[in-house]
């Protein structure tokens, strides 16, 4: 069983910037591709920004891209998020994945079942 642990979420104005941090642990595994998805409330899950070790490649989301980062570390199967010019629609609890199968392509990168463990969110707050 893989064990992601999100951290960083927390009530922030809108302009401002955060951070968020995930960690994977568990027994003899590895990450070939890490991501960020959110949640609105009364809404599914979607897709904000993953990143596939191979090159490494990165894939965002069209609304969060040249404000949001993502970045991290394979060896350590940890990823980043950092949030700039946060803006009220992206309040959501937002949760880590990982693929600890093989390496996410764009297309499949945005996809909920490409992953196979997930984190158990933390809540991003943006007020007006």
Known sequence: ????????????????????????????????????????????????????????????????????TISGDNSKNTVYLRMNSLKPEDTAVYYCAANTVRFVLFGSASRKDEYDSWGQGTQVTVSS
């Open 1 to 68: 069983q893989v064990h992601l642990v999100e951290s960083g979420g927390r009530l922030v104005q809108a302009g401002g910037s955060l951070r968020l941090s995930c960690a994977a642990s568990g027994r003899s595994f590895s990450t070939y591709a890490m991501a960020w998805f959110r949640q609105a409330p009364g809404k599914e899950r979607e897709f904000v920004a993953a990143i596939s070790w191979s090159g490494p490649n990165t894939y965002y989301e069209d609304s969060v891209k040249g404000r949001f």
